[in-house]
């Protein structure tokens, strides 16, 4: 009973570096997202998908790319890493429930990192 | 422009001591609002949606509210346990969903 697994769950890199974000979800959802938390800012919304082989872009896109090839897993990568994505990342998932929204996230425990 | 504002930003509280958070929002065309808990190194966890005006829930010591600008978090009786942050988030009929910033609560005993 899983839920939604982020991985790794901590990560330090250097400016310019390259890495991806893994979030695998074991409840046949439907909608995936990246969320990024900040001190004193609300979650913000990276990318997101609502089904396999989609994605679009959210409220903060710039500096990150996403793909979903598999309905289970939906990768964050950071191609080129700068000290302003140092924050902690959320993955969350959704099933598709009728034709109402009951907003209900699921969500990971959260990938914290750090670039320097 | 939809926005979500929480307060107040932190509450201290004594084991017992009721009280509430506030969410408040200007949204077009509100789908619904929800709250979530947040322990420290952890992910949101899901409480309660409402949908309508006049709408509430209930689970535990946890009480949610709904009016047309606001909604409310009544704790009753809070224990240690009950320490978390709060979160609110609201969902525009666009389908998206704005995030408050929190209420951090603590309960001491």
């Known amino acids: 009973n899983a839920g939604v697994t982020q991985t790794p769950k901590f990560r330090v890199l250097k400016t310019g570096q390259s890495m991806t974000l893994l979030c695998a979800q074991d409840?046949?959802?439907?909608?995936m997202y990246w969320y990024r938390q900040d001190p004193g800012m609300g979650l913000r919304l990276i990318h997101y998908s609502v089904g396999e082989g989609t994605t679009a872009k959210g409220e903060v896109p710039d500096g990150y790319n996403v793909s979903r090839l598999k309905k289970q897993n939906f990768l964050l990568g950071l191609e080129s890493a700068a000290p302003s994505q140092t924050s902690v990342y959320f993955c969350?998932?959704?099933?598709?429930?009728?034709?109402?929204?009951?907003?209900?996230?699921?969500f990971g425990e959260g990938s914290r990192l750090t670039v320097l | 422009e939809d926005q979500v504002t929480q307060s107040p930003e932190a509450l201290r509280l004594q084991e017992g001591e009721s009280s509430s958070l506030n969410c408040s929002y200007t949204v077009s065309g509100l789908r619904g609002l929800f709250w979530y808990r947040q322990d420290p190194g952890k992910g949101p966890e899901f409480l309660f949606t409402l949908y309508s005006a006049g709408e509430e829930k209930e689970k535990e010591r946890l009480k949610a509210t709904l009016t047309k600008k606001e909604s409310f978090l009544h704790i009753t009786a809070p224990k240690p346990e009950d320490s978390a942050t709060y979160l609110c988030?609201?969902?525009?009929?666009?389908?998206?969903?704005?995030f408050g910033t929190g209420t951090r609560l603590q309960v001491f005993p």
């Open positions: 969350a998932s959704r099933t598709l429930a009728g034709g109402k929204n009951t907003g209900e996230l699921f």
């Open positions: 409840m046949n959802h439907e909608y």
């Open positions: 988030a609201v969902q525009a009929a666009t389908d998206k969903l704005i």
